[in-house]
């Protein structure tokens, strides 16, 4: 007997670092990643989407993506 219950609770989590210009405005930013999340949930509907933007003129953005 197949289980309908194990393919219904599949998520994903999906997190999204991305590096935009630090001249955005809090709202440009914020446009852009939720455009960016209507994207992933057309794709992956039940995922758990979390974006973070960084600015490309701040050197310490980039720290955490050294390894």
Known sequence: MPCALA??????FVRLAR???GKWTVQEGHTWAERI???IHHFLPRA????HL???EDPVSMIDQEA
């Open 54 to 56: 960084e600015p490309l």
């Open 19 to 21: 590096f935009g210009t």
């Open 7 to 12: 393919s219904q609770a599949v998520v994903h």
């Open 37 to 39: 999340e209507v994207e």
């Open 48 to 51: 758990h989407v979390t974006t």
